[in-house]
């Protein structure tokens, strides 16, 4: 559905009891009664996609060719979901739905995309294994979207 994120990957990280909570129709008194709500969801990944990109694309701009988030950097997927996330919980209607943890994760979300547009955290293409650059800055903090296995890490060492 996004880029960043899609629904299979919010229910893997928040669980479907909370997703049907925050963004379920139906019947309030029963879970078996709730379905997810796809459009509210939808509506939300659309607003967390546009501004996760609006912080990285302009540094990355690998990730403009990415369209399904299983092949996106891990730490992208975290930041939308907590974005998506926070959005549904405080859309009219749902009051009271806002947590602490919620709002300081939303808040740290866009810490990091202000850090990544500035170069504090750079971000390295998944499909390519998550080998850095030789002349990568030494002021900043990669992250991989993948497992970095120790071949691969000991092959860009030795060249």
Same mark, same amino acid.
């Given at each position: 559905?996004?880029?960043?994120?899609?629904?299979?990957? +919010?229910?893997?990280?928040?669980?479907?009891d909370? +997703?049907?909570?925050?963004?379920?129709t139906g019947?309030?008194?029963?879970?078996?009664?709730?379905s997810?709500?796809?459009?509210a969801?939808g509506?939300?990944?659309?607003?967390?996609? $546009?501004?996760?990109?609006?912080?990285?694309?302009?540094?990355?701009?690998?990730?403009?060719?990415?369209?399904?988030?299983?092949d996106m950097?891990?730490?992208?997927?975290? +930041?939308?979901? #907590?974005?998506?996330?926070?959005?549904l919980?405080?859309?009219?209607?749902? $009051?009271?739905?806002?947590?602490?943890t919620?709002?300081?994760?939303?808040?740290?979300?866009?810490?990091?995309?202000?850090?990544?547009?500035?170069?504090?955290? #750079?971000?390295?293409?998944?499909?390519?294994?998550?080998l +850095?650059?030789?002349?990568a800055?030494? #002021?900043?903090?990669?992250?991989?979207?993948?497992?970095?296995?120790?071949?691969?890490?000991?092959?860009?060492?030795?060249?």
């Amino acid at each position: 559905m996004g880029r960043f994120v899609d629904i299979a990957g +919010l229910i893997a990280t928040f669980g479907e009891d909370e +997703l049907l909570q925050i963004a379920g129709t139906g019947d309030w008194n029963t879970p078996e009664g709730r379905s997810i709500d796809e459009a509210a969801i939808g509506r939300a990944i659309k607003y967390a996609d $546009s501004l996760v990109a609006g912080y990285v694309v302009a540094r990355n701009p690998w990730i403009a060719q990415i369209a399904d988030p299983a092949d996106m950097p891990a730490l992208l997927n975290g +930041l939308a979901e #907590d974005i998506v996330r926070y959005r549904l919980r405080n859309q009219a209607g749902v $009051s009271g739905q806002m947590t602490e943890t919620v709002e300081e994760r939303y808040k740290a979300a866009l810490h990091s995309l202000r850090d990544i547009a500035s170069g504090k955290i #750079d971000l390295t293409d998944p499909r390519d294994g998550g080998l +850095l650059p030789v002349e990568a800055a030494s #002021d900043s903090v990669r992250i991989s979207g993948g497992p970095l296995t120790a071949a691969p890490l000991a092959e860009a060492f030795l060249k």
